[in-house]
């Protein structure tokens, strides 16, 4: 589900490997980063609020009131996949 919307590359641990992300003790847990299944996320367009660190509350999360889903569909921002 990784769309050209951001630059960043973010990883998501499945709930099964969080011990062992979290862990001192692992001095080596890149066998974790492997691609998370985009069927088991969501996404939605939020408020560009989120580009500031000082803004760290649970409403910046809310989708934007009168914008469409769509707009985050993969097929309709990157038609032939």
Do not use: F
């Not at 099964?16 to 069927?39: F, G, M, N, Q, T």
């Amino acid at each position: 589900m990784r769309l050209d919307v951001s630059t960043d590359k973010p990883s998501v641990a499945r709930p099964e490997s969080y011990h062992r992300w979290l862990a001192k003790i692992e001095p080596d847990p890149r066998d974790l980063l492997v691609p998370y299944p985009s069927e088991a996320m969501t996404m939605w367009p939020i408020s560009t609020r989120v580009n500031k660190a000082g803004n760290d509350d649970a409403a910046i999360l809310e989708p934007i009131v009168g914008m469409s889903r769509a707009c985050c569909d993969q097929s309709a921002v990157n038609p032939g996949t």
